[in-house]
């Protein structure tokens, strides 16, 4: 229980299984992010057709986080594939904080396992995020108008 992150969007709700096995770091902080209401309203602020949409930023611009210390890297050889999320980074490793990246397909982002932390897959929805307005950033950015962590019986 308590391992499913639901992100609505405004064609319908994506459903995200959380990785805890691969990255229990990163899942404790978007869990903790979730129930503040952190990503509520934030920006999908880098979005690169055939690659990933990013988003996690609260300034907007790709450069902010949340308040609470940068993780750990949590790489792991879970390959890259169409919904899988990832956690954002600088050059730095040890550099994610709230941004992360939903892979559009099988192929786009497979050269970045291993070096970036993956800490969940979509399940239900992807086609919402396909419609996400493209763009670095996009000429109207599409929001996250709603994350949470769905209980048994939501």
Avoid at 49 to 73: E, I, R, V, W
Avoid at 121 to 129: A, D
Wanted: glycine share 12%; with cysteine; proline share 8%.
């Amino acid at each position: 229980p308590g391992n499913v992150l639901v992100i609505e969007l405004k064609d319908g709700p994506v459903l995200v299984k959380l990785r805890p096995d691969l990255a229990p770091k990163h899942v404790e902080r978007v869990k903790q992010l979730a129930k503040e209401g952190f990503y509520d309203g934030i920006k999908f602020h880098r979005v690169i057709d055939a690659f990933m949409a990013q988003t996690g930023d609260p300034t907007g611009t790709g450069t902010g986080g949340s308040n609470y210390a940068n993780l750990p890297a949590e790489f792991s050889q879970e390959p890259y594939k169409r919904g899988t999320i990832g956690a954002a980074r600088t050059s730095d490793p040890d550099s994610a904080n709230s941004q992360f990246f939903i892979c559009f397909n099988d192929t786009g982002c497979s050269g970045l396992t291993g070096q970036y932390t993956v800490w969940g897959q979509v399940i239900e929805g992807m086609e919402h995020v396909d419609n996400v307005a493209k763009g670095e950033p996009p000429p109207i950015p599409d929001v996250m108008r709603k994350v949470y962590v769905k209980t048994n019986g939501n």
